[in-house]
Structures are given as structure tokens and as C-alpha cells.
């Protein structure tokens, strides 16, 4: 019966994946996973070798507004969950706002992880690590667009994490969490951006401009 169960499970995830992952995004905002046949290591995210369900992603989005823009929104870690996933709260654990703490509620499983802030480049470069609970870091980069427009940029993300083990026992495959990782979590949180960021900052401002 238990195992009955975990496979209704696991199926209902497969279909939430499917139905994330084929929604149409309608905003003018493009996001594609990079070729993993092109993946080269990265220096600074060295693979730890005592940690189990380990994933990482590379990818990108192009944006259809400026870097500034982009980190502005990006870097008010509070803002976080009006984008991601799962993503419930996020609340700075000092004055300085280089101390974080994440609450995140996948299919009823709680967890979350504290972080800090280990380099911040305005409008160019933010790089995290955690330092307690679930074990992830990563570095995002604002870059500008291919066509050198002033209203257009790319944002690249690298994440390495490891995926909690009661998330990870809901999967038959460690492929299948990385898939989840990639599709559901990181892909859909970056295109998540490019539509909330554009609406809130980019269109409100417009519309204000004309009134005022």
C-alpha cells in the first residue's frame, strides 16, 4: 500500500512538471536551458563530494528590460517568492541585508535554509551561499543583451544544491530530480521573473510616466 502510494506520488509530480513546463509564457521574455553537451565545470562550484542528490543548472534569460532594472528586483531578496516556486518567505536576518533566511512548501514538505551574501557588484554580479539547513549556492550575472539594446539584458544563473532527502525519496531517479530542478524549479522561477518584473516595475512606471 505505501508503495502504492509513492508511485500515485511520484506520478502526480511527473503531471505538475508537465503542466508547468508547458504553459504558454506569453510576456516577450525568452529562457532557454544551455546545452549540457556544451557544460564546462565551473572553478568556483567545486562538486562536494560528501553531499547525496546533488543538482545544478546553467541557464540564462534574455530580459526586455535594463541590468539595473533586473538587479534592482532581483537583489530585494523579499521579493523572491512572487516568482518562485514553492517559495513561501524570505527575510533578512540583519541590518545590513546580507543575511537571509529562505522557507520554502513543496507538495507539503517544509524546509528552508539560512544564507549570506558573499559578493554583491551592483548591477553586474550576486553570488550566495548557504550556511545552515538545505545546502545550495550560486552566482547570478546581468549581462547585456546580444544587441546592445539600453532596454534589454541577459541574466545568467548558476546553482548548485542538494535536493532535501524527503523531496528526493519522491523520485524513482535521480534524473527525475534534476529534471524537477531544472524545469520546474529554475526555468519557471527565471521566466516567473522576466513577467512579474516587467509588469511591476516596467509597465507601472510607464503608465505613470504618461500621467504624470
Known amino acids: 500500500m505505501k508503495l502504492l502510494k509513492k508511485r500515485i506520488r511520484q506520478w502526480q509530480i511527473v503531471l505538475l512538471i508537465v503542466f508547468f513546463v508547458s504553459i504558454p509564457y506569453t510576456s516577450g521574455v525568452k529562457a532557454r536551458v544551455l546545452d549540457k553537451s556544451n557544460y564546462q565545470p565551473r572553478p568556483y562550484f567545486k562538486r562536494e563530494e560528501n553531499r547525496r542528490n546533488m543538482v545544478n543548472c546553467d541557464t540564462f534569460i534574455d530580459l526586455p528590460f535594463s541590468a539595473d532594472i533586473a538587479y534592482n528586483a532581483f537583489s530585494d531578496l523579499r521579493r523572491q517568492p512572487s516568482w518562485s516556486p514553492f517559495l513561501q518567505k524570505v527575510i533578512y536576518t540583519d541590518l545590513f541585508h546580507r543575511n537571509s533566511k529562505w522557507t520554502m512548501n513543496m507538495f ?11 559578493r554583491d557588484r551592483i548591477r553586474r554580479v550576486v553570488k550566495w551561499e548557504s550556511t545552515s539547513g538545505t545546502w545550495n549556492k550560486g552566482k547570478v550575472t546581468f549581462a547585456p543583451s546580444k544587441e546592445r539594446k539600453k532596454d534589454a539584458c541577459r541574466m545568467l544563473v548558476e ?30 522561477a527565471l521566466k516567473g521573473f522576466g513577467r512579474v518584473v516587467y509588469n511591476n516595475d516596467v509597465l507601472k512606471k510607464k503608465n505613470m510616466d504618461k500621467h504624470s
Open 159 to 188: 546553482i548548485d544544491a542538494e535536493a532535501p532527502k524527503a523531496v528526493a525519496a519522491l523520485f524513482a531517479k535521480s534524473s527525475a530530480v534534476q529534471s524537477f530542478f531544472e524545469n520546474l524549479l529554475i526555468k519557471r
Open 108 to 118: 507539503g514538505i517544509k524546509f528552508g535554509w539560512t544564507a549570506t551574501c558573499t
